[in-house]
Structure formats: C-alpha cells, structure tokens
Nanobody, 116 residues
Framework: QVQLVESGGGLVQPGGSLRLSCTAS????????MSWYRQAPGKERDLVAQ????????NYADFVKGRFTISRDNGKNTVYLQMNSLQHEDTAVYYC?????????WGQGTQVTVSS
C-alpha cells in the first residue's frame, strides 16, 4: 500500500533553516510528481511546492519563492523541502503528496514551528 513518511520538522528560530524529507513506498515513485503542502492551525491546507517526476521542473507558492527549494532523489524514493529564512508565518504541519491517480494519499505530516 502507499505510504508517505515525512520527517525533519522541529522548532527553529526566525531566520533559521530546516530540511524536510518525505520517503515514499508502495508505488513507483519515479513516475509521479510530488508536492509539499502545509496547514497552519485554523487554516486550509495550502500548496507549497511541486516537482515533476524526473525533477526537471518545479513550482512554488509565492509566499515561499526564493526561500524554499523542493528536490527529489528517485533512487531513495524521497522528496525534500529545504526551507531557509524561516518566518513565524511558516509555522504549520507540512505534508507530502503524490500527484495523478495517487493524489488522495497523504502522509502524517511533520510539525514545523518557527519561534524565538
């Protein structure tokens, strides 16, 4: 079955960095685009970044452009989200999600808290 396991979240000060990972199993990872989403308390889940199956193309929400970088390692079935210059507003639970026919699957999420 499809499994998505996010990790790498934690508490970080404003201006700091974190690298999130999402390791997938149960499907042919290299054939699917992947996305990162986030959900802050009391808010809807928002798209943060997307990457195509081969990693050749990426797309970012305006609120993270220039600060976050999505990447993937198809040999490790893992997608990453490098987050730099973190701000209080980035506090949320971060989720990964495959595209296409597998878009109904979500991981359990990893909490990112930006606080001084």
């Amino acid at each position: 079955q499809v499994q998505l396991v996010e990790s790498g979240g934690g508490l970080v000060q404003p201006g700091g960095s974190l690298r999130l990972s999402c390791t997938a199993s149960g499907f042919t990872f290299s054939k699917y685009a992947m996305s990162w989403y986030r959900q802050a308390p009391g808010k809807e889940r928002d798209l943060v970044a997307q990457i195509t199956d081969g990693g050749g193309s990426t797309n970012y929400a305006d609120f993270v452009k220039g600060r976050f970088t999505i990447s993937r390692d198809n040999g490790k079935n893992t997608v990453y989200l490098q987050m730099n210059s973190l701000q209080h507003e980035d506090t949320a639970v971060y989720y990964c999600r495959p595209g296409g026919f597998l878009s109904r699957y979500w991981g359990q999420g990893t909490q990112v808290t930006v606080s001084s």
